[in-house]
Nanobody
């Protein structure tokens, strides 16, 4: 079992930056792919970014490419999401996930999920 706890969300203005953290406890985190998803009110959950096991390939949604960076520190059992140039449309609950997905951009295959952290970007 892996427990995931997100932190770092908050209220910021358009153009600001935030760094989200997802701390994992339980089994060794480095063996899992890790990802961030987000869900805005009234919308479906959508993929944001993923990093493969042991710091392999990274993937991004087109909407965040060039602005967001996912990284992981396996020694600290933590995955990060650095978010720059935030826009009001980035407002959502951001949730991290871990598992063995066949497709990094879909929720299927991520067995472990955190509770989420709210990010609100004002214009």
């Amino acid at each position: 079992q892996v427990q995931l706890v997100e932190s770092g969300g908050g209220l910021v203005q358009a153009g600001d930056s935030l760094r989200l953290s997802c701390a994992a406890s339980g089994r060794t985190f480095s063996g899992y792919a890790a990802a961030w998803f987000r869900q805005a009110p009234g919308k479906e959950r959508e993929f944001v970014a993923a990093t493969m096991r042991r710091g392999g390939s990274t993937y991004y949604a087109d909407s965040v490419k060039g602005r967001f960076t996912i990284s992981r520190d396996n020694a600290k059992n933590t995955v990060y999401l650095q978010m720059n140039s935030l826009k009001p449309e980035d407002t959502a609950v951001y949730t991290c996930a871990a598992g063995y997905p066949q497709n990094a951009a879909t929720t299927r295959g991520y067995a472990y999920w955190g509770e989420g952290t709210q990010v609100t970007v004002s214009s």
